[in-house]
Every structure is written in structure tokens, then in C-alpha cells.
């Protein structure tokens, strides 16, 4: 059963960048579909992005288009998220999930693995 751990979050201010990574453990990340979501104080969770098994297919929430990127490195068994021009709004706890199916997925319940979590804080 793969295990995941998030890093990277912090404290920054609008406009700066900061690059989270999932790690896994028990397992090679690569045999799994990886997403991240996140969860501000108050809401739903919801669908930040996510990368297909091979890395060839990504998906990302229209609000991030252009300012993040998902991506995988193999050798490190992760997958990282640069975050850029950050925005008050990216505010949240941000979450790395994977699931056994072949395809990317937005909807939290089609994945089976989720790590801890890592916080995210823009100030303005």
C-alpha cells in the first residue's frame, strides 16, 4: 500500500512562488494516476491537478491554468506542484492523493491514497 507525504508548503506573499512535493513510500508512484487538492477553512475540498500515470496527460482547475504545473520525477518517486504568482485565494491545505485507475481524475472519491497535508498560506 503506497504511502504519501506532502512538502513544501509555507507562508509567502502574493505574487511569490513556492514548489510542493509528494512523496511515496511502499510503492512506486509512477503505477498510480496523482493529483493534488486542496481545502481552505470552511469548504470542500476541491481539485487542484493531476497527471497521468506515464506523466503524459495532466488536468488542472481552470483558476490555476498557467500559474501551476504538475509533474513527475521518477527517480525521486514524486510528484511536484509549482505554484506560481500565488494569490490570497491558494490559500488552504493542500493534499496529494493517487488512484489505481488509468485515467486523471478531478472527483476526491476515485482516489484511495492521501497523504497528511501541507499548508499554504498568501498573504496580500
Known amino acids: 500500500q503506497v504511502q504519501l507525504v506532502e512538502s513544501g508548503g509555507g507562508l509567502v506573499q502574493a505574487g511569490d512562488s513556492l514548489r510542493l512535493s509528494c512523496a511515496a513510500s511502499?510503492?512506486?508512484?509512477?503505477?498510480?494516476?496523482t493529483g493534488w487538492f486542496r481545502q481552505a477553512p470552511g469548504k470542500e475540498r476541491e481539485f487542484v491537478a493531476a497527471i497521468s500515470r506515464s506523466g503524459g496527460s495532466t488536468n488542472y482547475k481552470n483558476s490555476v491554468k498557467g500559474r501551476f504545473t504538475i509533474s513527475r520525477d521518477n527517480a525521486k518517486n514524486t510528484v511536484d506542484l509549482e505554484m506560481n504568482s500565488l494569490k490570497p485565494e491558494d490559500t488552504a491545505a493542500y493534499y496529494c492523493?493517487?488512484?489505481?485507475?488509468?485515467?486523471?481524475?478531478?472527483?476526491?472519491?476515485?482516489?484511495?491514497?492521501w497523504g497528511q497535508g501541507t499548508q499554504v498560506t498568501v498573504s496580500s
Open positions: 492523493a493517487a488512484r489505481t485507475g488509468l485515467l486523471v481524475s478531478s472527483l476526491p472519491p476515485e482516489y484511495e491514497y
Open positions: 511502499g510503492g512506486t508512484l509512477s503505477r498510480y494516476a
